[in-house]
């Protein structure tokens, strides 16, 4: 009754006026004041129509028309809800712009596709992982421009539950993960990850499982053979036991010495980032490792050493001497007798640098990039022989790195190798008076 009450008292009016002039002046005249109330009404609630429907064309931009009785309500609600509706859209388009910024800041691939499976909208991470664009791939089919027939399949299963790997259209050497997500009504979210890293690192961690149960099972192979020889002897002679015995001694060394390197390796990489900040008087720890190399060498080799300069280095003396010395017995152990090797402690172009040179066969250079991981060998059975276990040069590669160093490698088959340990300046401690210098002892 709230809006039919203003209109009803209007139409009263004019009813009553038109009785009283019709029982003072006539019928015409009261037909005649009838007629012209309502055509003026009529008029009026024409006017205010266009006002409104101007008001409408204009998009609600400007106030809404003012005015008393109906029209006055109908204007002032229609702008309420306009100014209503207004902030409604405001709120959506802050929360949609904040979805897509989200969205384009997320690494992983985000595909929004309809219920027929054409991309509306993707992110920027889509374009590297799968080769799309937001504005050139608006509308087209999925399927169309991703054709491998096991991603075909996985879009028409329609099952949310399962993932499927496949290698990126975009990239053949980035390997993807796909997920489905049901999105809005009859949506759905393609969700697009790079696990090449995790596929990298999987296929290590297997490799690295694969070699060490190689490098265990061979000396634990030969111990258990001559066991079980030795036990099938009655009367074995000394000379016997003393073979047997000594070929079970090296392969037992041997497998020490790779459990030694893997708790190395599986101690620096749980320890902290952070090193000790020791000050290792380099000239002292480059004459122990010469008597080092030289008790390897047994007299087989020419071992040299090349002080340059007298400055200290900052960091850990035990890891810093474990790296050194995995790469002076490197030099010892592929270097034929009669050969050189050289150590040298320097600082070229204000950066501190350890090497060790020798002349032994040299390396080609497709090995060089991969010297450094885990078990990777030019020639295995050499490897055996000299008694090398695999991990030395990835021990080295992770020391330095924890001390924001780097291992350069150059070498020349036939000619030999120079590995050297090459540190940022910061590291660099000049030298002071002798008797300045603090004296860290050297711990073998």
Not at 111 to 120: F, S, Y
Not at 272 to 300: C, D, F, I, K
Not at 363 to 378: A, G, Q, V
Not at 383 to 412: F, M, P
Request: proline share 5%; net charge negative.
């Amino acid at each position: 009754m709230g809006f039919w009450w203003r209109p009803l008292i209007t139409l009263s009016v004019i009813t009553l006026i038109a009785l009283v002039l019709w029982a003072g002046g006539g019928e015409a005249l009261a037909f005649q004041f009838a007629a012209a109330a309502l055509l003026a009404y009529l008029l009026r609630q024409l006017w205010q129509e266009g006002r409104l429907a101007r008001w409408l064309e204009q998009g609600g931009d400007k106030p809404a028309p003012s005015d008393i009785g109906v029209w006055g309500d109908i204007f002032y609600r229609l702008e309420k809800l306009q100014k209503r509706q207004s902030q409604s859209q405001s709120e959506l388009a802050t929360a949609l712009g904040r979805f897509q910024h989200a969205a384009e800041a997320v690494p992983d691939g985000i595909v929004i596709l309809n219920e027929q499976d054409r991309i509306e909208w993707c992110n920027p991470a889509s374009r590297q992982l799968l080769g799309l664009d937001a504005e050139r791939d608006r509308g087209q089919f999925i399927h169309y421009l991703m054709r491998q027939s096991d991603f075909v399949d996985f879009l028409e299963a329609r099952d949310f539950s399962q993932q499927l790997t496949i290698n990126s259209p975009a990239h053949r050497d980035i390997k993807l993960l796909l997920q489905l997500v049901p999105f809005g009504a009859e949506q759905k979210l393609l969700m697009v990850r790079d696990i090449t890293e995790l596929e990298r690192v999987d296929a290590m961690r297997r490799d690295f499982v694969a070699n060490v149960s190689h490098e265990l099972r061979t000396p634990l192979t030969v111990v258990g053979g001559f066991v079980e020889t030795l036990n099938d002897l009655d009367k074995p002679t000394d000379a016997d036991l003393k073979h047997y015995f000594g070929i079970m001694l090296n392969h037992t060394r041997r497998m020490q010495r790779l459990l030694d390197d893997l708790l190395t390796l599986s101690r620096l990489e749980s320890s902290p980032n952070t090193v000790a900040e020791e000050q290792v008087h380099m000239p002292e720890l480059m004459r122990e490792l010469v008597r080092e190399a030289e008790s390897l060498s047994r007299g087989r080799h020419v071992v040299r050493l090349a002080i340059d300069s007298n400055d200290w280095l900052s960091g850990s003396l035990q890891e810093l001497q474990s790296a050194f010395s995995n790469l002076v017995s490197n030099a010892v152990r592929y270097t034929p007798e009669g050969g050189e090797i050289a150590l040298r402690w320097a600082v070229l172009n204000g950066q501190p640098v350890f090497s060790v040179v020798d002349t032994g066969e040299g390396i080609p250079s497709e090995h060089l990039p991969r010297l450094t991981e885990r078990f990777y060998r030019i020639d295995r059975s050499r490897s055996r022989e000299t008694g090398g276990t695999g991990l030395g040069l990835a021990i080295v590669k992770h020391i330095l790195t924890r001390h924001r160093a780097r291992l350069d490698i150059q070498s020349t088959p036939g000619k030999g190798s120079t590995f050297s340990a090459i540190f940022p300046p910061e590291r660099l401690i000049p030298a002071q008076g002798e008797e300045q210098q603090p004296r860290l002892s050297l711990v073998k």
